[in-house]
């Protein structure tokens, strides 16, 4: 088992730009979670997906779009970078929503510039 | 609204000293309760949680915490600390319900000193 994955590891990016970061799980989990990690403010809940085609806003989803058509993937699109999205980026999945022992990937380091 | 509270954003204690990080939380609805660490650049791992049941909850690493509905806290304790639990730790709360996402403190850095 890998896990949950996550590419790329680090990206930089100028600003009005966009990317797409990557997300998988092989472990079925239907839950799947985009969080944002900024110094002294914990994990921000961006979007989030309790199955295949079902997903939904966070606590910060502003900037950021996501699409789950397979269990296995959840990939998050920003679709014009703005320096305020350089942060940390970790998705995560759990068995299902009532289930939130959450397996983090090893996180995204965005730069925007 | 769920909230969680945690005291204190950077800890430092001795080798073999107690370890204490408290976290208070806000909920409506009984709430499942957890703590998870983050070693440097790395993703956060589950420590333990509580749900139902048992109030003591026993996690990995020698690590525990105590849920008391009267003071709204899960307190993390570990008795004697050691050099490789310096890392950062959160306090989550969920309602364990349709609306069940985690809700994260904004964690406590501990670091250990020889």
């Known amino acids: 088992n890998a896990g949950v994955t996550q590419t790329p590891k680090f990206q930089v990016l100028k600003t009005g730009q966009s990317m797409t970061l990557q997300c998988a799980q092989d472990?079925?989990?239907?839950?799947m979670s985009w969080y944002r990690q900024d110094p002294g403010m914990g994990l921000r809940l961006i979007h989030y997906?309790?199955?295949?085609?079902?997903?939904d806003q966070g606590e910060v989803p502003n900037g950021y779009n996501v699409s789950r058509s397979t269990t296995e993937d959840f990939p998050l699109r920003l679709l014009s970078a703005a320096p305020s999205q350089t942060s940390v980026y970790f998705c995560?999945?759990?068995?299902?929503?009532?289930?939130?022992?959450?397996?983090f990937g090893p996180g995204t380091r965005l730069l925007v510039l | 609204a769920q909230s969680v509270t945690q005291l204190g954003s950077h800890v430092s204690v001795s080798e073999g000293a107690l370890v204490l990080l408290r976290c208070n939380y806000s909920?409506?609805?009984?709430?499942?309760l957890f703590w998870y660490v983050q070693y440097p650049n790395q993703g956060l791992q589950l420590l333990l949680k509580y749900t139902t049941g048992a109030t003591l909850v026993k996690g990995i690493n020698g690590f525990e915490a105590e849920f008391k509905k009267s003071e709204t806290s899960f307190h993390l304790t570990k008795p004697s600390a050691h050099m490789s639990d310096a890392a950062e730790y959160f306090c989550?709360?969920?309602?364990?319900?349709?609306?069940?996402?985690?809700?994260f403190g904004k964690g406590t850095k501990l670091s250990v000193k020889p």
């Open positions: 997906s309790v199955g295949a085609g079902i997903t």
């Open positions: 995560a999945s759990s068995y299902s929503l009532l289930d939130q022992t959450q397996y």
């Open positions: 909920s409506s609805v009984p709430p499942y």
């Open positions: 472990m079925n989990h239907e839950y």
């Open positions: 989550a709360v969920s309602d364990g319900g349709s609306q069940g996402n985690l809700i």
